[in-house]
């Protein structure tokens, strides 16, 4: 039987490590992180489950880390990519480092878009493969009024921009034997922004998050959810609303709230 070569980012704990452990009975793997020596112990359990696996060792927030990832993606041979790397760097905009802005914005929505750029190519070539990429819920949080919410300007920003990537990339690829994906999962009782999860009863287990993810894909899902029950009706109603917004605003003339407009 042949095995798909699956490469995994932030595979070194938490939702990568754990995609990774699910994978690893018909896959092939790819373990990228910065972590070498947590890789390189992952890599040897889960080669005892019958997985070839090869360890990159690459900070995907730095140019040289993101640059060596996607030179092995343009290999051509990886069939799954699962980019999963993130960093939280939650703060008041006016708290953050302007240096670590690029650094944040770049490992949370620019580097999801590099490395699917650079795997893409070899999918489309060979007629089948899949791009999944891992947000959050806080992506569709930019509304909400919620003292409980973490500051997180810069973090929802990047993770509305993943999940608007990986929407229309889905589309993009429609016909092509190609897909896109992307999970947003609430709280992951992961290492994830100082373990401040794992003691909230109601933070779901990494292994239930990429179990899930992989079930989305087998069902056909472009937007995972893996908490969210009635996930077909609250789609429903955001395709809804930004449908209303994009014809109704669509307009020549202001909307009668801003007054009339003269026309020459």
Not at 44 to 49: H, K, Q, S, V
């Amino acid at each position: 039987m042949s095995r798909t070569l699956a490469l995994i980012t932030g595979a070194s704990s938490g939702i990568g490590a754990a995609y990774a452990r699910l994978l690893a009975d018909d896959h092939d793997l790819v373990l990228v992180a910065r972590r070498v020596d947590r890789l390189s112990d992952l890599a040897d359990e889960l080669r005892t489950a019958g997985a070839a696996v090869e360890v990159l060792s690459a900070d995907l927030g730095t140019p040289e880390g993101l640059g060596a990832v996607t030179k092995r993606l343009a290999a051509g041979d990886v069939r799954l990519l699962i980019s999963n790397a993130g960093v939280g760097g939650y703060a008041p905009l006016a708290d953050v480092d302007p240096d670590e802005i690029n650094r944040l914005l770049g490992l949370n929505a620019v580097a999801p878009v590099q490395l699917a750029r650079a795997a893409l190519p070899g999918m489309l070539a060979a007629g089948h493969g899949t791009v999944v990429t891992v947000a959050s819920l806080l992506a569709f949080s930019a509304g909400q009024d919620n003292p409980h919410l973490p500051s997180r300007t810069l973090y929802a920003a990047a993770k509305a921009a993943t999940v608007a990537f990986t929407r229309t990339l889905a589309h993009e690829l429609a016909g092509t034997g190609v897909r896109a994906q992307v999970v947003c999962p609430g709280l992951v009782a992961t290492e994830f922004n100082g373990g401040a999860a794992r003691n909230i009863p109601f933070a779901m287990a990494p292994e239930d998050v990429a179990r899930a993810g992989l079930a989305g894909l087998r069902l056909g899902e472009t937007v995972c959810v893996p908490g969210l029950e009635d996930r077909a009706a609250a789609l429903e109603a955001l395709l809804a609303a930004e449908t209303a917004l994009l014809a109704g605003g669509n307009r020549p003339t202001p909307a009668a709230r801003y007054g009339r407009t003269q026309s020459n």
